[in-house]
């Protein structure tokens, strides 16, 4: 399929979405979404952000009301969480493409 | 869902549209179209550009496949809310037996979404007839899923009831992911 057919490919469009959730404007630190991306996320946000990279499942209703009881924003949680899904997301895309590029 | 900026915080054309769903469909929108239309620039409006092209952009996979794919990942990735309207959708969309090179892609996608994916595992699936191009188009889908089960495990992503499943898929079906523009600026 040629880029003429397709204007946009979704390689593009996954590089835009991960540009708006870690460089966009938002209420945390850029650093932090990164950081969450690559599943290494600080302090309190640590177990949180391993949890959703490695086991999503698992997170309850109490862990997020332990990020509130540290004094984290509804926001917050909000970009960390999404930051941390698209980071493990782009992850596992790359390990296959690396397979894929490899074979 | 367990933040209440992605149940109440929309603007004003996100909360006429949530009326009108309701009043027209008798059913809440989704948890998905509710958390995209909270500050659509940061995720939802990419997200949804990003989701369209992969489920139904031009693919070497039926729109049916496509779903089916994602009902799988979601599996993987043990986030039923998913599981339940993908496998709904993919019913909907003429899902019905998987040929072989699909077999084959659910094979690797399964390895890579254990972090146990090899090169040689790549051979196989072209070995079953899957073109390179094909198998990354697959890897967007399960890209796709691995974004969203994470997020539906963690913000708590709910169904109302099975009809609301239903009603949700048929109109995924009819919309292609798509959404009102006003709703998402």
Redesign the interface.
Known sequence: MTAHTRPMEPAERLAALRAAVLDGPGVTDRDLRKAAASGTAPGAWAGYVRSVREASYRVSEEDIAALKAEGFGEEEIFEVTVATAVGAAVDRLEAGLRAVAES | M?????EHGHGRAARWFQKIVVTLMRHEVDDVVKTAM??P???G???L??GQ??LR??SFWTAAEREHLGAVSSEL???PFCVRVHTETARLAGHRDVRPELAAVIS??TL??R?E???????AV?AAGVP??A???A??V???F???????????WSWDSDDHVRVAARVIQRTRYRLPGLVLR
Not at chain 2, 2 to 6: A, F, K, P, W
Not at chain 2, 117 to 123: K, Q
Not at chain 2, 146 to 156: C, D, K, Q, S, T
């Open positions: 367990r933040l209440g900026v992605l909270h500050r620039g940061f995720f409006r990419p997200f550009a990003y092209e992969v952009g031009p990735n043990e986030c690797f996608i890579l979404n972090g994916v090899t090169p040689a595992d790549a051979a072209r390179s191009e198998l990354v188009e890897l967007h399960n890209a796709v691995n974004i969203v089960n994470r997020m539906g495990n963690a913000f708590g």
